[in-house]
T-cell receptor, first 115, second 114 residues
Framework: EDQVTQSPEALRLQEGESSSLNCSYT??????LFWYRQDPGKGPEFLFT???AGEEKEKERLKATLTKKESFLHITAPKPEDSATYLC????????????????FGQGTILTVHP | DVKVTQSSRYLVKRTGEKVFLECVQD?????MFWYRQDPGLGLRLIYF???????EKGDIPEGYSVSREKKERFSLILESASTNQTSMYLC?????????????FGPGTRLTVT
């Protein structure tokens, strides 16, 4: 069974204080690992897809990296507007059938950035 | 930009009522999904559909049904709403024409059953 574990559950940072969020996963075969941002009361917003170990993607102050067992979301010099819940999800490869569109989500990390 | 819309942002229904939640996507995506999200339980998949009139159960299908008569529209039906179905409901869609079928979410419907 595919599993995703995110840590920490909550992270409080001062504005400008860089840090990382962790996403550990177990999956039979990885088609893709996804990061989403979710603001309170809204749907998750897609950020990145990572496909293979060693890959990196960047968007503004966010950088996502991938190894064979985990992914990190690095936040450089965060601002208060970066406060949100960050969700990680994996999609397994599938030899056949119709379940290949399904994602397994982690519980999320609640990030709060204080001014 | 991918756009997924949901029929209501907030909905209040009474126990026993039949509830329809509708989702529309405008990107010709093949796959559509319904999730519910509850504090401490994360996102849980209720049903998904990979083609018109095709559906598969997710992890928590009990008490729900779905309908997909057109490619762009996916409806979630609560046959007889109960208080334990009070939740945030999220619709998503994805395309099999991308490498990893990224899912794009709608804004969510906050359903309260009293």
């Amino acid at each position: 069974e595919d599993q995703v574990t995110q840590s920490p559950e909550a992270l409080r940072l001062q504005e400008g204080e860089s840090s990382s969020l962790n996403c550990s996963y177990t999956v039979s075969g990885l088609r893709g690992l996804f990061w989403y941002r979710q603001d309170p009361g809204k749907g998750p917003e897609f950020l990145f897809t990572l496909y293979s170990a060693g890959e990196e993607k960047e968007k503004e102050r966010l950088k996502a990296t991938l190894t064979k067992k985990e992914s990190f979301l690095h936040i450089t010099a965060p601002k208060p507007e970066d406060s949100a819940t960050y969700l990680c999800a994996v999609q397994a490869t599938n030899a056949g059938g119709t379940s290949y569109g399904k994602l397994t989500f982690g519980q999320g990390t609640i990030l709060t950035v204080h001014p | 930009d991918v756009k997924v819309t949901q029929s209501s942002r907030y909905l209040v229904k009474r126990t026993g009522e039949k509830v329809f939640l509708e989702c529309v996507q405008d990107m010709d995506h093949e796959n559509m999904f319904w999730y519910r999200q509850d504090p401490g339980l994360g996102l849980r998949l209720i049903y998904f559909s990979y083609d018109v009139k095709m559906k598969e159960k997710g992890d928590i299908p009990e008490g729900y049904s779905v309908s997909r008569e057109k490619k762009e529209r996916f409806s979630l039906i609560l046959e007889s709403a109960s208080t334990n179905q009070t939740s945030m409901y999220l619709c998503a869609s994805s395309s099999i024409r991308t490498a990893a079928y990224e899912q794009y979410f709608g804004p969510g419907t906050r359903l309260t059953v009293t």
